[in-house]
T-cell receptor
């Protein structure tokens, strides 16, 4: 089954404790992206990747890191989480090209105390 | 790149009624896509309309595109409670999204 898998789905952590949210897709997509969603603000893009070893900042990259060592995986790293990073996070992937449909993971709800 | 702007921000209707939501964008496009998000879940692709198409249907969904006005509309006919969700447009498969239209369908 074609899917984008995120882990963990729910996490409560404390300020400053490094964490990684994993994202994996099984569709051989070139493009992968991370978003955060906060009430009233829609989805805001954090980072994206067009292919292995190619990553770029989105609209809200501060406080986040990513890596793309393999085509299927695109982990989101919070080196020193802060309460303003409490949010719902989504990973998505697609083929490149103008008609590439985005496939989304189920979301990871992160709370930073 | 650009993101679409959905309008209205919120829409509440009774089951069986039609729901119309709109999307505006700024620059020329090759296509436009609509997505749905059930509360707290990932977005799901609904339909793609190309710039040379004026209207497209998929089940109870009807999408129109007016490139001269740089706008698109999504019509959901005979709405159901299960249609309650937020709806987003993505011009040119831009990977950025606006705030969406939150649709509530009351039973």
């Amino acid at each position: 089954e074609a899917q984008v898998t995120q882990n963990p789905r729910y996490l409560i952590t404390v300020t400053g404790k490094k964490l990684t949210v994993t994202c994996s897709q099984n569709m051989n997509h070139e493009y992968m992206s991370w978003y955060r969603q906060d009430p009233g603000l829609g989805l805001r893009q954090i980072y994206y990747s067009m292919n292995v070893e190619v990553t770029d900042k989105g609209d809200v990259p501060e406080g986040y890191k990513v890596s793309r060592k393999e085509k299927r995986n695109f982990p989101l790293i919070l080196e020193s989480p802060s309460p303003n990073q409490t949010s719902l996070y989504f990973c998505a992937s697609s083929f490149l090209g103008s008609t590439g449909e985005l496939f989304f993971g189920e979301g990871s709800r992160l709370t930073v105390l | 790149s650009q993101q679409g702007e959905e309008d209205p921000q919120a829409l509440s209707i009774q089951e069986g009624e039609n729901a119309t939501m709109n999307c505006s964008y700024k620059t020329s496009i090759n296509n436009l896509q609509w997505y749905r998000q059930n509360s707290g879940r990932g977005l799901v692709h609904l339909i793609l309309i190309r710039s040379n198409e004026r209207e497209k249907h998929s089940g109870r969904l009807r999408v129109t595109l007016d490139t001269s006005k740089k706008s698109s509309s999504l019509l959901i006919t005979a709405s159901r409670a299960a249609d309650t969700a937020s709806y987003f447009c993505a011009p040119n498969n831009d990977m950025r999204f606006g705030a969406g239209t939150r649709l509530t369908v009351k039973p």
